[in-house]
């Protein structure tokens, strides 16, 4: 590390500058370090000197860049603010002969952007020795030289500068020479007349010290030959020349022409020339021809390395007197280099939600070239939504201009062109890929408004009924998409129970088995919920209709089932063809061609003596009765329903071929459920005697009115009267389907008796078989249309 004394620090000046809602501050510091010490040294708290907090040096990418397209020769340490230099400096090859030696650096901070110009003064030590071009002079003096006279001699060069380059010269003592020393020039004097018959050769000894500490010096040896006499040294025509050459001129290209006369004749002189003491690029560069003195070019000029030449010249006579000056020579710029676009800082990728006008990159941009050829606009060429908003010097700042979508646009590639001021101007591009970032800002939305699943009923848990799908546009887990049920209930069941939803495919599926007769139909609710955060969901209704399955058999509501009572239908004798005796009534749970009833007898006493309506259930003689039928008839009745397959239910109907129950004591007899409450028992005895009351009503009634038409009329057109007992709680809807409906009305009861029998009569229907679609849904009629019916029947005689 340097000693501290080496550093200086000057604040050069504070301005301010506002972009964008963006302070943005540039101070110039200025540091003086002497050149050669060693990496890591500090030159100065760069942080302190500038008012900065060390703390907040990482968050806002501090960083030394170099100014133009220069080396960058220092950097800054995060964690104490010290800036400290990055590479071993050598002036000399810098800054080369220049007094001041000035490197440019500068600070970058961002959040927000700031500028701080760094400027480097690199000092100089001595560590270079002054040096001659040559190792031995040779000079050539006529004897007949006058005492006094001055022969120039070459100077010694020193890379360093200042008090480090050559201060003095001394010259070994001699008899003949002396030294004199100028401003400008170096000479040796003739202090005592040369004798060449004495001595034909003089050798000396010129040491160039410095002024550096410690001393450094370099010698060279001076060879006199003593001649004859030669008294004229050649003289240019100009002390200095000036030559200006466009950079990148040709090879061969003729610079300047350096010219020296000698007035003597002869050998003497002829004139030759050279270049004095020149570097080695520079001998690279021109060559000087010996003979006429035209410079031309050997190599490239490029103005953005160096902007001027200057070379020393001599011209010697042919005796070896010897004159010197200068060409000095200017290059010209030329628009020879296009700008070039850095890419500082860049926020990659960006989130879709910014707002326009966010910065999202530090552009910076140089151009080599001078004057109006480094005079740089920039633009984006891609109709995107940025652009280049201009900041400190040669910095922009990349905005954006409109908000993003990810869903729309996910990437962006955009060229920006740089473009200098030349003629013809040049320009460059820097293409950049910018990638938006996805926010959660969609949620997933469902492909169909609802969704209806159709299942068959008695399913089997587990089973697929539909599948519901939704879309997120955005990406990954914000576009992930978990389906489930929402909370809910299912005929007092939570739904939960019925249902269930992969949370992945969205395929809805069955928990249970589900009953067409507990149910028809359902909604349940899905939300599909996507993985951002926060989530964002949509609901979607899904409606399961449940299809009807042939699983219920037709159950028969009249006649009873036997073992709950013991039921018999009293036929009169006197009953003719055609006469309704009686009728089976039964119902299916089910629904549809599932329910549709026919009725069918499978087994009778006297299977040509009754009939059953197809579709209505209502047992019919089919002829007249006759004496010699047997008074016990026995009906087996089955009922089958229209499913695939079908099934089916039977009963046993109890006929009496008889006018009064007591020409029928043995019915006393019969069984009886004797599980039957005797409560019902005396139901059942007062029902039997209203009913004989009205039916004897009804009697006398209908016989008064038989008796004036003097017609035969049926006294009994077995209608049987079906309580509301025997109609199931579950079947008191059933809708066009059965034989039964609970609006069924009871035209007239007669009863027939005994304490243990059950006789119920219904309505007649003149009709053998009614349509499925009309069975049971004939409205009520009052006991008027039942005695207009008995007016039309014939009469029947006593």
Same mark, same amino acid.
């Given at each position: 590390?340097?000693? /501290?004394?080496?550093?200086?620090?000057?604040?050069?000046?504070?301005?301010?500058?506002?972009?964008?809602?963006?302070?943005?501050?540039?101070?110039?510091?200025?540091?003086?370090?002497?050149?050669?010490?060693?990496?890591?040294?500090?030159?100065?708290?760069?942080?302190? $000197?500038?008012?900065?907090?060390?703390?907040?040096?990482?968050?806002?990418?501090?960083?030394?860049?170099?100014?133009?397209?220069?080396?960058?020769?220092?950097? +800054?340490?995060?964690?104490?603010?010290?800036?400290?230099?990055?590479?071993?400096? $050598?002036?000399?090859?810098?800054?080369?002969?220049?007094?001041?030696?000035?490197?440019?650096?500068?600070?970058?901070? *961002?959040?927000?952007?700031?500028?701080?110009?760094?400027?480097?003064?690199?000092?100089?030590?001595?560590?270079?020795?002054? #040096?001659?071009?040559?190792?031995?002079?040779?000079?050539? +003096?006529? *004897?007949?030289?006058?005492?006094?006279?001055?022969?120039?001699?070459?100077?010694?060069?020193?890379?360093?500068?200042? #008090?480090?380059?050559?201060?003095?010269?001394?010259?070994?003592?001699?008899?003949?020479?002396?030294?004199?020393?100028?401003?400008?020039?170096?000479?040796?004097?003739?202090?005592?007349?040369?004798?060449?018959?004495?001595?034909?050769?003089?050798?000396?000894?010129?040491?160039?010290?410095?002024?550096?500490?410690?001393?450094?010096?370099?010698?060279?040896?001076?060879?006199?030959?003593?001649?004859?006499?030669?008294?004229?040294?050649?003289?240019?025509?100009?002390?200095?020349?000036?030559?200006?050459?466009?950079?990148?001129? /040709?090879?061969?290209?003729?610079?300047?022409?350096?010219?020296?006369?000698?007035?003597?004749?002869?050998?003497?002189?002829?004139?030759?020339?050279?270049?004095?003491?020149?570097?080695?690029?520079?001998?690279?560069?021109?060559?000087?021809?010996?003979?006429?003195?035209?410079?031309?070019?050997?190599?490239?000029?490029?103005?953005?390395?160096?902007?001027?030449?200057?070379?020393?010249?001599?011209?010697?006579?042919?005796?070896?007197?010897?004159?010197?000056?200068?060409?000095?020579?200017?290059?010209?710029?030329?628009?020879?280099?296009?700008?070039?676009?850095?890419?500082?800082?860049?926020?990659?990728?960006?989130?879709?939600?910014?707002?326009?006008?966010?910065?999202?990159?530090?552009?910076?941009?140089?151009?080599?070239?001078?004057?109006?050829?480094?005079?740089?606009?920039?633009?984006?060429?891609?109709?995107?939504?940025?652009?280049?908003?201009? =900041? +400190?010097?040669?910095?922009?700042?990349?905005?954006?201009?409109?908000?993003?979508?990810?869903?729309?646009?996910?990437?962006?590639?955009?060229?920006?062109?740089?473009?200098?001021?030349?003629?013809?101007?040049?320009?460059?591009?820097?293409?950049?890929?910018?990638?938006?970032?996805?926010?959660?800002?969609?949620? /997933?939305?469902?492909?169909?408004?609802?969704?209806?699943?159709?299942?068959?009923?008695?399913?089997?848990?587990?089973?697929?009924?539909?599948?519901?799908?939704?879309?997120?546009?955005?990406?990954?887990?914000?576009?992930?998409?978990?389906?489930?049920?929402?909370?809910?209930?299912?005929?007092?069941?939570? @739904?939960?129970?019925?249902?269930?939803?992969?949370?992945?495919?969205?395929? +809805?599926?069955?928990?249970?088995?589900?009953?067409?007769?507990?149910?028809?139909?359902?909604?349940?609710?899905?939300?599909?919920?996507?993985?951002?955060?926060?989530?964002?969901?949509?609901?979607?209704?899904?409606?399961?209709?449940? %299809?009807?399955?042939?699983?219920?058999? /037709?159950?028969?509501?009249?006649?009873?089932?036997?073992?709950?009572?013991?039921?018999?239908?009293?036929?009169?004798?006197?009953?003719?063809?055609?006469?309704?005796?009686?009728?089976?009534?039964?119902?299916?749970?089910?629904?549809?061609?599932?329910?549709?009833?026919?009725?069918?007898?499978?087994?009778?006493?006297?299977?040509?003596?009754?009939?059953?309506?197809?579709? =209505?259930?209502?047992?019919?003689? #089919?002829?007249?009765?006759?004496?010699?039928?047997?008074?016990?008839?026995?009906?087996?009745?089955?009922?089958?329903?229209?499913? #695939?397959?079908?099934?089916?239910?039977?009963?046993?109907?109890?006929?009496?071929?008889?006018?009064?129950?007591?020409?029928?004591?043995?019915?006393?007899?019969?069984?009886?459920?004797?599980?039957?409450?005797?409560? %019902?028992?005396?139901?059942?005895? !007062?029902?039997?005697?209203?009913?004989?009351?009205?039916?004897?009503?009804?009697?006398?009634?209908?016989?008064?009115?038989?008796?004036?038409?003097?017609?035969?009329?049926?006294?009994?057109?077995?209608?049987? !009267?079906?309580?509301?007992?025997?109609?199931?709680?579950?079947? !008191?809807?059933?809708?066009?389907?059965?034989?039964?409906?609970?609006?069924?009305?009871? $035209?007239?009861?007669? %009863?027939?008796?005994?304490?243990?029998?059950?006789?119920?009569?219904?309505?007649?229907?003149?009709?053998?078989?009614?349509?499925?679609?009309?069975?049971?849904?004939?409205?009520?009629?009052?006991?008027?249309?039942?005695?207009?019916?008995?007016?039309?029947?014939?009469? @029947?005689?006593?």
């Amino acid at each position: 590390m340097a000693h /501290p004394g080496f550093f200086k620090l000057s604040l050069v000046g504070l301005y301010g500058v506002s972009l964008l809602a963006l302070q943005t501050v540039c101070v110039d510091v200025s540091y003086s370090f002497p050149e050669e010490i060693k990496p890591g040294s500090v030159i100065g708290n760069i942080a302190k $000197d500038l008012g900065l907090e060390i703390r907040s040096l990482p968050p806002r990418k501090a960083r030394v860049d170099a100014e133009g397209n220069s080396e960058q020769y220092c950097d +800054i340490n995060m964690k104490t603010g010290d800036l400290r230099v990055a590479e071993p400096l $050598d002036r000399e090859g810098l800054c080369g002969k220049k007094t001041s030696c000035i490197l440019k650096q500068e600070l970058i901070l *961002e959040n927000p952007l700031e500028l701080h110009r760094i400027i480097l003064h690199v000092e100089d030590i001595n560590d270079n020795a002054p #040096q001659f071009k040559r190792d031995v002079i040779r000079l050539e +003096i006529r *004897e007949s030289a006058d005492k006094g006279t001055r022969f120039l001699i070459e100077e010694a060069s020193d890379a360093d500068v200042g #008090q480090n380059s050559v201060q003095r010269y001394e010259l070994k003592k001699s008899q003949y020479f002396g030294l004199n020393v100028d401003s400008s020039r170096v000479e040796l004097v003739l202090e005592n007349e040369l004798d060449r018959e004495r001595e034909r050769a003089v050798s000396l000894t010129l040491s160039a010290v410095d002024g550096g500490t410690p001393r450094r010096s370099g010698t060279v040896a001076i060879h006199v030959t003593v001649l004859d006499a030669n008294d004229n040294t050649p003289v240019f025509d100009k002390s200095v020349y000036k030559a200006s050459l466009p950079e990148n001129s /040709p090879i061969d290209t003729a610079v300047v022409t350096v010219t020296a006369t000698d007035a003597d004749e002869g050998v003497n002189g002829d004139v030759t020339y050279e270049f004095g003491l020149v570097s080695a690029e520079d001998e690279k560069i021109f060559f000087i021809d010996g003979k006429t003195g035209q410079i031309r070019l050997i190599g490239t000029v490029d103005f953005e390395r160096k902007t001027s030449f200057e070379l020393p010249v001599t011209a010697k006579d042919g005796l070896g007197l010897t004159s010197y000056a200068k060409v000095s020579i200017n290059v010209i710029d030329v628009n020879d280099n296009a700008p070039v676009v850095h890419l500082k800082s860049l926020r990659n990728p960006i989130p879709e939600n910014v707002s326009p006008g966010t910065e999202v990159g530090i552009i910076n941009v140089q151009d080599r070239d001078s004057d109006n050829n480094r005079q740089v606009r920039c633009s984006i060429q891609q109709d995107a939504p940025f652009k280049l908003v201009p =900041s +400190i010097k040669n910095y922009y700042s990349l905005v954006t201009t409109a908000e993003l979508d990810r869903e729309l646009v996910s990437d962006y590639n955009i060229t920006i062109t740089a473009t200098d001021g030349g003629s013809p101007p040049l320009s460059s591009s820097k293409s950049l890929h910018l990638s938006v970032a996805d926010v959660n800002d969609n949620p /997933p939305v469902f492909e169909e408004q609802s969704y209806n699943a159709y299942v068959t009923e008695n399913n089997k848990p587990g089973s697929t009924l539909c599948s519901v799908s939704a879309l997120d546009p955005d990406w990954r887990q914000n576009g992930t998409v978990i389906y489930s049920i929402l909370p809910g209930e299912v005929n007092g069941a939570p @739904v939960s129970s019925y249902l269930s939803v992969n949370g992945d495919t969205g395929l +809805i599926h069955a928990v249970r088995s589900l009953d067409y007769e507990q149910f028809r139909s359902f909604k349940v609710h899905v939300m599909a919920r996507d993985n951002g955060s926060p989530p964002l969901s949509s609901n979607v209704t899904v409606s399961v209709f449940i %299809t009807d399955v042939n699983d219920n058999s /037709p159950q028969i509501l009249y006649p009873a089932p036997e073992g709950h009572s013991f039921m018999t239908e009293l036929v009169p004798k006197a009953a003719h063809g055609g006469s309704l005796v009686s009728k089976v009534i039964a119902v299916d749970a089910d629904s549809g061609q599932n329910a549709w009833l026919s009725y069918h007898i499978v087994k009778s006493t006297d299977p040509g003596l009754f009939t059953i309506g197809l579709h =209505s259930g209502e047992i019919r003689t #089919q002829r007249d009765i006759s004496e010699s039928d047997n008074m016990k008839q026995n009906l087996i009745v089955a009922v089958k329903d229209n499913g #695939q397959p079908s099934l089916s239910a039977t009963c046993s109907m109890y006929l009496l071929i008889s006018d009064n129950l007591a020409e029928v004591p043995e019915l006393k007899d019969m069984s009886y459920d004797e599980t039957n409450s005797k409560l %019902t028992s005396y139901l059942i005895i !007062a029902l039997v005697s209203v009913s004989t009351f009205f039916l004897t009503f009804i009697i006398v009634i209908l016989g008064v009115r038989f008796c004036r038409r003097r017609k035969p009329r049926l006294l009994f057109d077995g209608a049987v !009267a079906i309580p509301s007992a025997y109609l199931p709680p579950n079947y !008191a809807e059933v809708d066009g389907t059965g034989t039964l409906r609970s609006t069924y009305n009871y $035209d007239a009861y007669l %009863t027939t008796g005994s304490r243990t029998s059950d006789f119920k009569f219904v309505r007649s229907y003149n009709d053998n078989t009614l349509p499925a679609d009309q069975t049971l849904k004939k409205s009520p009629t009052d006991l008027s249309e039942v005695f207009g019916e008995f007016d039309e029947s014939p009469e @029947v005689s006593p």
